[in-house]
């Protein structure tokens, strides 16, 4: 049940709730750092990719569905970062950031979980787009750091009549971004990029799985990128093709629950400050590495065995939470 913004804001008191990575092995720090990176050509180089931008947009951030009935996804393609988290009966939604390529149609746009609030202030005060939350997150959400672009406020949002609700909400990007005065610009969030370490070995295949959900990631040298698969298939765009990454990350975090019912259960929270195992994919290869946050207002670094930062290939970013140590199942 979804109630409207101006009954919750009047009956609830608003709750505040409470990285990988560009330019090689140099160490940058803070946003200014990162802006001033150049590429080969002497150009800006994204935080979140690691390629040549002109400039450093806007966060534009999506919360979009991903069971079977809302696939494929439109827009998904163009995103800097794609994270997959955890939500309630074993399934999972996406979380994808776009700021150097903004498509000009996003969706299907799904409503927000506990977790987000979290991963969301390493961005600084990103844009936010979202259908909606629990009666009693909504208000959290809504005043978490954020510019707030909940489709039951703002404009930009519609309804395709090639599906049924609630797979079916999606958003014009250029509504959105008018809206989205005073967000963030792209801003390191730990990410480095650079050369491939010769210290792994070779790996063709990777699978990570929910309790209702997989993901399968298979290397193909002649894209020269991961191509996704979800559920057994081939994880497809709107326009067919298979979607894909050059690096692909499986963090592995200790996944709670969330203090926010969704249809009488609590669904997962997955903890994205802290420390642990992960495994980078990239150039046909499987690199185990340490990742740690100390804080949600910091990005996430990713280091290697001998203490070095763990260079992402240039491209597209998939961040997969998969289920570490002392999870609730």
């Not at 009693?136 to 959400?141: A, G, H």
Request: with cysteine.
């Amino acid at each position: 049940m979804r109630i409207s913004r101006g009954a919750l804001i009047t009956a609830i008191s608003p709750a505040i709730v409470l990285v990988l990575l560009a330019g090689g092995f140099f160490l940058l720090s803070g946003c200014a750092e990162t802006a001033r990176q150049t590429g080969s050509a002497g150009g800006l180089i994204s935080p979140f990719t690691g390629e040549p931008v002109s400039s450093l947009r806007k966060e534009l951030i999506f919360k979009i569905d991903n069971v079977p009935q809302a696939r494929p996804p439109t827009g998904l393609a163009k995103a800097d970062i794609v994270y997959l988290l955890p939500v309630e009966g074993g399934l999972s939604r996406i979380f994808a950031v776009f700021s150097s390529h903004v498509p000009p149609v996003v969706g299907p746009v799904r409503s927000a979980r506990e977790e987000d609030i979290q991963l969301l202030r390493q961005f600084g005060r990103p844009a936010f787009a979202f259908s909606g939350a629990q009666p009693r997150l909504l208000p959290v959400v809504e005043h978490a750091r954020i510019v707030n672009l909940y489709a039951g406020t703002i404009g930009g949002y519609f309804r395709s009549s090639t599906r049924i609700a609630p797979y079916n909400l999606y958003a014009r990007t250029r509504t959105l971004l008018g809206a989205a005065k005073g967000a963030t610009k792209a801003k390191d969030i730990g990410f480095r990029f650079g050369p491939a370490p010769v210290t792994a070995k070779p790996a063709s295949v990777y699978q990570v799985t929910y309790r209702s959900a997989a993901f399968g990631f298979r290397w193909s040298a002649a894209q020269h990128r991961w191509l996704v698969s979800m559920d057994g298939s081939p994880a497809k765009a709107a326009d067919g093709k298979q979607l894909g990454a050059h690096t692909i990350v499986v963090q592995y975090v200790k996944v709670g629950t969330s203090g926010f019912l969704e249809r009488g259960s609590r669904p997962p929270f997955a903890q994205t400050v802290g420390s642990g195992r992960a495994v980078v994919l990239r150039d046909g290869r499987a690199y185990q590495v340490r990742w740690s946050r100390s804080s949600a207002d910091g990005g996430t670094t990713f280091t290697l065995p001998n203490g070095h930062r763990m260079p992402f290939a240039r491209g597209q970013v998939w961040v997969v939470y998969g289920f570490g140590p002392g999870s609730a199942q």
